[in-house]
């Protein structure tokens, strides 16, 4: 159920879906295309490539989706819980369309905040390595004559960790 201790009276609950639709609107829209778009032109101007590595492209595909959630999917929500408020003040909270929209964009958060927090992991980590049959390296083809798999010890395995998680391929 909504908590009913959120608003005190139906104007103050209006305003305040009000506010959350204009940050919704001004706030986070915007800057999120923002966020698509320098993503990508960062991906296709560095070695790291749009389609070469399986990380990349997971963040792609999630960035896309949560912008095109929100376009399609929050925007009318919020636009029903604000007619709703105006409509029926603060017993809106009793209806039972209501109650499911309001869940829908607080699962609907849940999820894209998920989704953030297993972008930022991904970008840490950079798992699955590249897509198989794009974006050769120029550092070496991880043969024999490889230069850094003939060290040996302790500095091998710190260049090639260094290699794994913080170098684009050259």
């Known amino acids: ?19 959350m639709h204009i940050v919704d609107e001004t706030l986070l829209k915007y800057p999120a295309l923002a ?3 320098s993503g990508v032109l960062l991906s296709v101007w560095t070695n790291w ?3 070469k590595y399986y990380w ?15 376009i399609f999917f929050v925007s009318r929500w919020f636009s029903f819980l604000l007619s709703a408020a105006e409509q029926w003040g603060y017993a809106a909270f009793r209806r039972d369309a209501f109650q499911s929209v309001w869940m829908s964009n607080m699962l609907g958060g849940a999820v894209n905040l998920a989704a953030l927090l297993l972008m930022t992991l991904i970008t840490y980590f950079k798992p ?9 390296s120029r550092r070496g083809t991880g043969g024999p004559a490889d230069p850094l798999r003939q060290k040996s010890g302790l500095v091998a395995e710190s260049a090639l960790l260094h290699e794994k998680l913080f170098l684009p391929p050259y």
């Open 49 to 51: 490539g749009l389609t």
């Open 128 to 136: 699955f390595g590249k897509i198989k049959g794009r974006g050769r």
């Open 35 to 37: 966020a698509l778009i």
């Open 56 to 70: 990349v492209l997971i963040k792609l595909i999630l960035t896309v989706g949560i912008i095109l959630f929100a």
């Open 1 to 19: 159920m909504v908590h009913e201790e959120c608003a005190e009276n139906g104007e103050q609950l209006f305003y305040t879906l009000s506010s």
